[in-house]
């Protein structure tokens, strides 16, 4: 299973971005997906993940300004982000929720959120 992160940038505090997650197979569809992400110095953090059934959860830092979605029928997991403060830069992940099902990490997107 290749995972592919995709849709990070530069956008500037208060700003929104979309990323979209993809995977070969039908990983994404039979899995809770989580929304990981890394900054620099720092271990990688679970922000949001989702069920196979689409009940979603969000720590408390992205709560109200994320919202994580899955669109089975094309394969995909998003993120959603809204009101992006600088501490939100880092290089964002998608794997399996629970560790027993991740499979190897890809590259990630980067978000960077500065004016």
């Known amino acids: 299973v290749q995972l592919q992160a995709s849709g990070g940038g530069l956008v500037q505090p208060g700003g929104s971005l979309r990323l979209s997650c993809a995977a070969s197979?039908?990983?994404?569809?039979?899995?809770?997906v989580g929304w990981y992400r890394q900054a620099p110095g720092q271990k990688r953090e679970l922000l949001a993940g989702?069920?196979?059934?689409?009940?979603?959860h969000y720590i408390d830092s992205v709560k109200g300004r994320f919202t994580i979605s899955r669109d089975n029928a094309n394969n995909t997991v998003y993120l959603q982000m809204n009101a992006l403060k600088p501490e939100d830069t880092a290089v964002y992940f998608c794997?399996?929720?629970?560790?027993?099902?991740?499979?190897?990490w890809g590259q990630g997107t980067q978000v960077t959120v500065s004016s």
């Open positions: 794997n399996a929720l629970f560790p027993n099902f991740q499979v190897p």
């Open positions: 197979g039908n990983f994404l569809k039979i899995n809770a």
């Open positions: 989702i069920t196979s059934s689409g009940t979603p």
